[in-house]
């Protein structure tokens, strides 16, 4: 593992742990089996099953710096399932391939002085560095296939979503909206839209219902 491509990754993560540093060494090894680059805009997509609130979520965030699929672009797609686990996606060669944590070393990982202090409630920020390093190590330098169950490269149907361009103004709050967010108030028929506002889902009292 590239050690200064490792630091950057913790620099934006924000943390040094084991669980990113996985998820880097899982989207590192999925482009290298699709055999492309890291995605600069939306060439590569991932399907992350990662949830929310629970341990190891980390992982994403490696999953995010090695393929360049972020949540930001939109090529981070979450479909949460609490599993270390993702599908990275190549729509041009109609390719996939998924990985998932290999709880091989699991054990391992929860032996270690690091994973001991952290299930007994220390925060990681209170755990030296090199009982963070060497768990990080350990996911890094173990033999792959002990960390990961690497799936086979397989035929894609995935069809990348559609982007919708034009933004408006909210007729009530003045903010910029993308326009599939934006929704219709007023009491007028479709013939006298002079009655309607276009207004943001803030402003509209609707339910927010549109996730996408
Ligand atoms: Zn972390
Ligand atoms: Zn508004």
Redesign the pocket.
Known sequence: MDRELLNKMFEFHGHKCWASALGLRAGLLALEKLGVKRANVKELFVILETGYNHAAGCFGDGVQFATGCTAGKGNLIKKPRGKLAFTLIDPKQGKQIRMCFNPKIREKIANSSFMKKRSAGVPPTEISPEEVMEVVNLVLDSPVEEVLLIGNVEDSHFDPPHEVMGMAI?D??G?M?ARPYLRLIGSGQACEVGELKK??I??SGYEEGFEK
């Open positions: 909210c009530i709050c903010e909206v207004v943001c803030d402003c």
